[in-house]
C-alpha cells in the first residue's frame, strides 16, 4: 500500500520556465512534508518542507504548496535550471510515536532541457 | 559542516559472502536509518534505530540485520549476499523531537553482488 505517490517518473521541462512536481498521500496522519533532490551516484538532499498548518511554503526559486483537502502536494521550480536536473523525492512524516520516520515517494526525474 | 559518512561508495561482492555497510554521522543525532534505492522503487526503509542498541525493522529487513553499538555509528550486514541485494544503499540520521523530520543522507554505497 503505497502512502505517497508520485504519479509522473519522468518530467522534461525548457530551461527559464516553470518545473511542477506533484504527489499525493492517503494516510491523514501526515502533517510535514520534505522534497529531496538526488543526483546520481550522491545521497538524497532536502529542498524544502512544509508542515500541515501551512498551504504555502517559499525558498528562493522552490515553492511548495500544500492542498491538505485532496491531500496533494506539489513543488514548483521557477525558472527551471539546467542544474535542476535531477531525481525529487516527495516525502512525508506523521504525528505521535514514530513521527521522525519519512515515508517517500517513488520519485520524478526531471530533465532540463538548455 | 554536518556529516553523515558511509564506508565505501562502491562495493562488489559475491554471492553467499557477508557484506558490512558503515555509517558514522558527526551531528550526535539519535535516530539513524539505512535505505536501498532502486530505479522505480523509490527509497525503501530497511532498518531504523533510534537510540544505541535500538533497532526497529523497517519496511523490508529481510536477509538484513544491523548493530548500533555506539551513537554515531550504524552498521548494515547482509548476512549472505544474494544478487537481488544489488542496490544503492543510503544511510541517513535524524536529531529526536517533533519538528526535526528532516533526515540528512550519507552519498550512498553502490553495491553489485555478483
Known amino acids: 500500500d503505497q502512502q505517497v505517490k508520485q504519479n509522473s517518473p519522468s518530467l522534461s521541462v525548457q530551461e527559464g520556465r516553470i518545473s511542477i512536481l506533484n504527489c499525493d498521500y492517503t494516510n491523514s496522519m501526515f502533517d510535514y512534508f520534505l522534497w529531496y533532490k538526488k543526483y546520481p551516484a550522491e545521497g538524497p538532499t532536502f529542498l524544502i518542507s512544509i508542515s500541515s498548518i501551512k498551504d504555502k511554503n517559499e525558498d528562493g526559486r522552490f515553492t511548495v504548496f500544500l492542498n491538505k483537502s485532496a491531500k496533494h502536494l506539489s513543488l514548483h521550480i521557477v525558472p527551471s535550471q539546467p542544474g535542476d536536473s535531477a531525481v525529487y523525492f516527495c516525502a512525508a512524516s506523521g504525528a505521535g510515536a514514530g513521527s521522525y520516520q519519512l515515508t517517500f515517494g517513488k520519485g520524478t526525474k526531471l530533465s532540463v532541457i538548455p | 559542516d554536518v556529516k553523515v559518512t558511509q564506508s565505501s561508495r562502491y562495493l562488489v561482492k559475491r554471492t553467499g559472502e557477508k557484506v558490512f555497510l558503515e555509517c558514522v554521522q558527526d551531528?550526535?543525532?539519535?535516530?539513524m536509518f539505512w535505505y536501498r534505492q532502486d530505479p522505480g522503487l523509490g527509497l525503501r526503509l530497511i532498518y531504523f534505530s533510534y537510540d544505541v542498541k535500538m533497532k526497529e525493522k523497517g519496511d523490508i529487513p529481510e536477509g538484513y540485520s544491523v548493530s548500533r553499538e555506539k551513537k554515531e555509528r550504524f552498521s548494515l550486514i547482509l548476512e549472505s549476499a544474494s544478487t537481488n541485494q544489488t542496490s544503492m544503499y543510503l544511510c541517513a540520521s535524524s536529531p529526536r523531537g517533533r519538528g526535526y523530520n528532516e533526515q540528512f543522507f550519507g552519498p550512498g554505497t553502490r553495491l553489485t553482488v555478483l
Open positions: 551531528m550526535d543525532h539519535e535516530n
